[in-house]
Nanobody, 116 residues
Framework: VQLQESGPGLVKPSQTLSLTCTVS??????????WIWIRQPPGKGLEWMGT???????YYSPSLKSRTSISRDTSKNQFTLQLSSVTPEDTAVYYC?????????WGKGTLVTVSS
């Protein structure tokens, strides 16, 4: 299974950050997969942002819930992150990740910089 993040590398403050993770090698609707967005700001640790399960159910970090939306396009085998009202503090490397039992897959990550 391979995951690939895509989206703009530069977003202006107050705009919405939108990233897509394209999954190959398995279907995002295959039983028991969790599809996850994680980010790592410069010099800081990994932060879980949210999850969309194989069923389509979503879960969000309480600290980001008001600004985060995760959706999916099953026809394209993709899931998408939207983060609204971004500030420079949202500058980070954003990763998508897939987990199913003991199996775990990561995208390579994409740097998103929030700057005017």
């Amino acid at each position: 299974v391979q995951l690939q993040e895509s989206g703009p590398g530069l977003v202006k403050p107050s705009q919405t950050l939108s990233l897509t993770c394209t999954v190959s090698g398995d279907s995002i609707t295959t039983n028991y997969y969790d599809w996850i967005w994680i980010r790592q700001p410069p010099g800081k640790g990994l932060e879980w942002m949210g999850t969309i399960a194989y069923s389509g159910r979503t879960y969000y970090s309480p600290s980001l819930k008001s600004r985060t939306s995760i959706s999916r396009d099953t026809s394209k085998n993709q899931f998408t992150l939207q983060l609204s009202s971004v500030t420079p503090e949202d500058t980070a490397v954003y990763y998508c990740r897939g987990i199913n039992g003991d199996m775990e897959y990561w995208g390579k990550g994409t740097l998103v910089t929030v700057s005017s």
